[in-house]
Nanobody, 128 residues
């Protein structure tokens, strides 16, 4: 069974930046459509960004457009989320997720139910 492990979370002031990484082991990440989700206390897991297997297709939730960038390095078996101009409302546990079956035809977002492989999450806290 493959695993995903996130890293790079932490505490940052509003306006700052963080770069999250998701490292895959036991699976070939180039076979997977990949996404980032986040979950704040008392809320449902929320879609943040998605990237296709060849990185040609990327979509973001409206609240992070222009601030976050999702990327992948299939040779290194990793996916990243560059987060700039962070806001207190970005505070959450961030998860990377992958699934081999994802289609990117006519896609603009994703739901957690579409993914069968998840990391354990990394905490991002943005102070005001």
């Amino acid at each position: 069974q493959g695993q995903l492990v996130e890293s790079g979370g932490g505490l940052v002031q509003a306006g700052g930046s963080l770069r999250l990484s998701c490292a895959a082991s036991g699976l070939t990440i180039s076979d997977y459509g990949m996404a980032w989700f986040r979950q704040a206390p008392g809320t449902e897991r929320e879609f943040v960004a998605i990237i296709s297997r060849n990185a040609l297709v990327r979509y973001y939730t409206d609240s992070v457009k222009g601030r976050f960038t999702v990327s992948r390095d299939n040779a290194k078996n990793t996916v990243s989320l560059e987060m700039n101009f962070l806001k207190p409302e970005d505070t959450a546990v961030y998860y990377c997720a992958g699934d081999k079956r994802l289609s990117f035809y006519n896609r603009r977002d994703a739901t957690a139910a579409e993914f069968d492989t998840w990391g354990q999450g990394t905490q991002v806290t943005v102070s005001s």
